[in-house]
């Protein structure tokens, strides 16, 4: 099957007769989207409405309860996947077809927003814009998905097309472990051919993400011989662990920065002859003083690579660097998990390349491939290993996605249904 998805896809890039938009089919399709943006619209006020910060579990469940509703309607096979074994509310999956392709399609339930913020509210600002909470990141894209399957369905051509939806409640502070967490993700990537994800990208409707960098976390102990300062850099104190960290992350620096898609960053450094750390409230504090080398010293960060060799290099290169240890000081390296990378695949440039086809056929111009460094980790990383295919960044655009003035340009919510359902009508033939 995935063979023959990449002989359909090259065909229908380079015969000049590929479907077009004037075609009956697509005629139905697209009237169905218009006819069917109302009842979108509605349903995307009321999501945003409802609050579903990751940890308001009850919020994350309503904001399920709603597209429930709607995908039973459509014929959908739903259920809730508990998430009592990785501390966080759960995941809305939802099956429909046997036949055609099998498409993944990935939306998330939960936002940045706790339930006490004070931003928690549908506003239209009007010139086609809508300021919400997660309204772009993502329950825009939520609810694309769902109108595009609603499109289909009345097109008549929704049963030509095998489609699996995950909805996870915990895509912006994903449980742990992640095995526990990503698991209905996981799976349904396994039973997929082609996953199609409906994140915000970098708010432009002109691009889509073909690759996604991984974000790991990682930590450095480092410890040095506590001594009078007076004693520093002799043979018999060294040169305490402040320096050692210091050597070791501007070795980083020195070796991995000018590596292309490759950053990492050292996000909180607690030092001195004693420190503490409250992981939960990434917090530290810090007892040394000026006349005392620095017995301890610890750094946590992160790291983000395009491809899982990628990281697997500058892993390797930053372990060499700290265990290369300043006289009587020793560190240790340890890297956490985290979301895999998004590799830029030649599946993915060609679902990318029908899906431009698709927005030039609707008169929207051409769509290319976001810079994977204005992307960030997204559930579609842990389904990208395991489909032929793989592309990203097809919900609702907007701006300022994460704060308080988050906004939609509706004028994509309507274009971006559009073109999920023919190219998955598309994909179907």
Request: charged residues 25%; negative net charge; hydrophobic residues 45%.
């Amino acid at each position: 099957m995935l063979n023959k998805i990449l002989v359909l896809l090259t065909a229908v890039l380079c015969v000049v007769t590929a479907a077009k938009a004037d075609d009956k089919t697509e005629a139905a399709i697209l009237k169905a989207v218009e006819a069917g943006m109302p009842q979108a619209l509605s349903t995307l006020e009321k999501a945003v409405n409802i609050n579903s910060g990751t940890m308001n579990f009850a919020g994350v469940r309503a904001v399920g309860d709603v597209f429930i509703k709607e995908l039973d309607e459509l014929g959908f096979k739903t259920e809730w996947a508990p998430g009592e074994s990785f501390n966080r509310a759960g995941h809305l999956v939802a099956s429909r077809g046997t036949k055609g392709p099998k498409i993944l399609m990935i939306g998330h339930l939960d936002t940045v927003f706790a339930k006490g913020d004070a931003f928690q509210k549908f506003e239209p600002l009007g010139e086609g814009k809508v300021k919400g909470p997660g309204i772009t990141d993502m329950k825009g894209g939520d609810v694309i998905i769902i109108a595009a399957m609603r499109a289909l369905k009345a097109a008549g051509v929704l049963d030509d097309v095998s489609i699996r939806i995950v909805m996870t409640g915990d895509e912006e502070a994903s449980g742990r472990p992640l095995t526990a967490s990503k698991k209905a993700l996981v799976d349904a990537a396994i039973w997929a051919d082609i996953a199609l994800g409906f994140e915000d990208g970098d708010g432009n409707v002109k691009t889509a993400v073909v690759a996604r960098r991984g974000s790991v976390n990682w930590s450095l102990d480092v410890t040095g011989r506590a001594a009078h300062s007076s004693q520093i850099f002799t043979d018999e104190v060294g040169y305490g662990a402040v320096f050692e960290a210091a050597r070791i992350l501007n070795g980083f620096r020195e070796k991995l920065s000018t590596v292309e898609n490759l950053t990492f960053n050292p996000g909180r450094i607690v030092g001195g002859t004693r420190t503490t750390e409250d992981a939960a409230t990434a917090t530290g504090t810090a007892f040394g003083k000026n006349n005392v080398v620095a017995k301890t010293l610890r750094v946590t960060g992160g790291i983000r690579a395009l491809s899982p060799e990628q990281l697997e290099a500058a892993k390797a290169e930053m372990h060499k660097i700290a265990s290369e240890n300043l006289a009587h000081t020793s560190a240790k390296l340890v890297f956490g998990d985290g979301y895999p990378p998004m590799a830029p695949t030649e599946g993915n440039y060609k679902l990318l390349s029908l899906y431009s086809k698709v927005s030039e056929d609707l008169g929207y111009g051409e769509v290319i491939a976001v810079n994977p460094r204005r992307a960030g980790a997204a559930d579609i990383s842990f389904a990208a290993d395991h489909v032929e295919m793989a592309l990203d960044g097809l919900g609702l655009m907007g701006m300022d996605g994460h704060t308080k003035d988050e906004t939609a340009d509706m004028e994509s919510f309507k274009r971006n249904t559009e073109k999920a359902a023919l190219l998955i009508y598309r994909l179907s033939q």
